[in-house]
């Protein structure tokens, strides 16, 4: 027994020079070694210069959470006294859970006090000087000065001509030159003004013209100048982690609002306001956890979200700016009643207590009239050829049987030498068929579709941003509001069926001013789109085809246009100055038969259900809504599953 003491006695957990037998070290715990190898002194939990300026493990609790965040000195755990700490929320407002790094903002007194600058993170967000893929994503603004702007409501603001403080907050103005934003593009010249007054928004743009700034940037503005709201005192464990978000910016893909947040992530640089980004096909508990960091400006899928509130995770009731990016799409391809949802039956403030923007290249009537429901007193903006494409895209159409499509498909590529080109098709099953085929002619290409998970679409997009592969093969996935520069041609090896996906197509190209080329291959098969096809040519300038005037007199016999939708030029104008619009009562409907484009009557709607309607449209200019049912129109279908 004695021996087992004398043996206790002689170790040494310090390593001192006589420690063990024979003046050996004795044994030091792991968790003692770093100790022994600094000279005793206890290390300071040091992280790079994003998160801390030195500080030791601080620790502690607070309402209850275990405190996560990085005080303003940079000590990890130091409770900043502006923020909850893990699943708790301030009484100040804001969310709670956040890791408050060094570069991060807080809200003061009423005051926005900025981060600290970090050159390492500006470089992340802002690129160099020279990094071509950092020049305010693609613009070109000497291009936007004689675009035309028409805006039509009561009371429109007065647009402003530059990016000045006011009506812009400090640091916003300070991250917009960091993007190389240089002047407001007429969506912007707009929206932040009518942002700033309270007004609502439906703002109908051409592609590339800048919509996400026009969004962000009134909101952050109005975010900063304003500060976090209040948000309930926690009555549970769980509801301290619930996140009061008081933005939200929907849209449909999963490639769109990883888009949105990139850039949110660029002008909330500093601030208070920490951008959370959500999105189906990704797991959802490294979403949740991000969120109870800290959520302010949460943009999503609608999928998602509705997930999200189900579990309880967010809640809506500090919403003031509600924004719906690719509002026609969403409203129109299954999404609706998951919006509806959101916006209507869960806790969001009502629409008299919330400012609601609605962004997307077209709004055809029908999306306009479904959209009154969410939008009060709104301002209508239509920027240049609303609808349409952009002059700056060299349209060209082929005549092309299906079976010769791969044949001219590759001629093209041939001739093609710099910049990327996209190509669209309509099943998944082509596109990595198709994909395939150019590899296996030495054309590097990959493929994004909705079948292909959320990591692949990752890759494809980054391999094509990159130029590893610069042909990229895509279903309408990847049709919808991506800006990725450098796409200088656009091939429609199918056709849509629906003329609005063909403009939103090919604004893949020439976005925000600078120049590109569309080519569509078509045959027979395509008739039902031939009509506006000619429209879109002949409104935007470019070469008419004979043999599509031809198609078009072959099928002079069947339905108009486009079906339900009253034609072209009805997604180019505030629908409320059409003749013999009568703004009567009704969810929808309640339009009293006043609403009438060739022959197909609008009105009629029984107990403002939107489908149903008394009258069919049977060719001309355009039927009425002829295509939906109350019974199935919004049921989210295969397609747009995927898309979420």
């Known amino acids: 027994m004695s021996n087992i003491e004398d043996s206790f006695q002689n170790m040494n ?7 063990g037998r024979g003046g ?116 070109n603004f000497d291009n936007y000065d004689d675009i035309p702007v028409e805006a039509s409501g009561d009371g429109v603001p007065e647009p402003i001509d530059s990016f000045t403080a006011p009506p812009l907050e400090e640091l916003l103005l300070e991250n917009i030159k960091k993007a190389r934003f240089t002047k407001p593009t007429p969506v912007q010249k707009y929206s932040v003004p009518i942002v700033a007054a309270g007004r609502d928004l439906m703002a109908c743009a051409q592609t590339g013209s800048g919509k996400t700034g026009g969004f962000l940037f009134p909101i952050l503005s109005e975010s900063f100048l304003n500060g ?8 549970t464990q769980f509801s301290r982690r619930k996140a009061y978000p008081t933005a ?136 240049g050829k609303v609808g349409s494409t952009s002059e700056n895209i060299t349209q060209k159409v082929l005549y092309v049987e299906d079976d010769e499509k791969r044949s001219v498909l590759l001629d093209i590529l041939s001739a093609d030498e710099n910049g990327l080109t996209l190509i669209f098709v309509e099943t998944k099953r082509m596109a990595d068929a198709l994909s395939d085929f150019l590899i296996n002619t030495n054309f590097p290409a990959t493929s994004i579709h909705g079948d292909r998970t959320q990591n692949e679409r990752e890759r494809a997009l980054e391999y094509f941003r990159s130029g590893k592969a610069p042909i990229l093969v895509a279903t309408a996935v990847a049709a919808r509001g991506l800006d990725i520069p450098n796409v200088t041609h656009v091939i429609n090896y199918d056709l849509p069926t629906d003329i609005d996906d063909y403009v939103h197509r090919i604004g893949r190209t020439g976005r925000a001013g600078n120049t590109g080329v569309a080519t569509a291959f078509l045959n027979r098969g395509n008739k039902n789109v031939v009509k506006d096809l000619i429209d879109i040519l002949s409104e935007a300038n470019q070469e008419v ?11 002079s016999g069947g339905r108009g246009g486009r079906g339900g939708r009253g034609g072209r030029n009805n997604n180019t104008r505030d629908f409320r100055r059409q003749p013999g619009f009568n703004n009567g009562g009704g969810s929808f409907g309640g339009y009293g038969g006043g609403y009438n484009n060739g022959g197909a009557s609008y009105g009629n709607s029984f107990g403002g259900a939107y489908g149903n309607q008394s009258t069919r449209g049977a060719g001309g200019a355009g039927g009425a809504f002829s295509s939906y049912q109350s019974s199935s129109y919004g049921n989210p279908s295969s397609s747009a599953n995927s898309w979420w």
């Open 228 to 235: 976090p709201s209040e948000v309930p005192e926690p009555t």
């Open 545 to 555: 085809p004979q043999f599509l005037n031809t198609i078009a007199r072959e099928s």
């Open 24 to 139: 050996k070290k004795g044994y030091v715990p792991p968790h003692a070694r770093r100790q022994q190898q600094d000279g005793g002194a206890s290390p300071a939990r040091n992280f790079d210069n994003s998160y801390s300026n030195g500080g030791g493990y601080g620790g502690g609790y607070n309402n209850g959470g275990f405190n996560r965040g990085y005080s303003s000195g940079g000590a990890f755990g130091g409770y900043n006294n502006r923020r909850g700490g893990r699943g708790g929320f301030n009484r100040n407002g804001g969310s709670g859970g956040r890791f408050q790094s060094a570069d991060q903002g807080r809200f003061v007194d009423g005051k926005h006090v900025p981060g600290q600058a970090n050159a390492n993170v500006e470089i992340e967000l802002f690129g160099a000087a020279d990094d071509p893929k950092f020049q305010s994503s693609g613009i």
């Open 13 to 19: 957990i310090n390593g001192g020079a006589n420690a």
């Open 248 to 383: 939200l910016v929907l849209a449909p893909t999963r490639e769109l609002v990883s888009q949105i947040y990139d850039e949110a992530k660029k002008f909330t640089y500093r601030s208070w306001v920490r951008p959370t980004v959500v999105y189906g096909g990704s797991d959802i508990r490294s979403q949740i956890q991000d969120i109870q960091r800290g959520c302010d400006l949460l943009v999503a899928t609608p999928g998602r979200l509705n997930d999200l509130l189900e579990r309880g995770v967010i809640s809506l009731r500090n919403i003031k700016y509600l924004v719906l990016d690719e509002a026609d799409r969403m409203l129109d391809m299954g999404f609706e009643p998951q919006i509806r949802h959101i916006v209507q039956e869960c806790d969001m403030p009502p629409v008299e207590e919330r400012q609601t923007l609605m962004f997307s290249a077209t709004f055809p009537t029908d999306i306009q009239m479904l959209a009154r429901d969410f939008l009060k007193d709104y301002i209508f903006l239509s920027v």
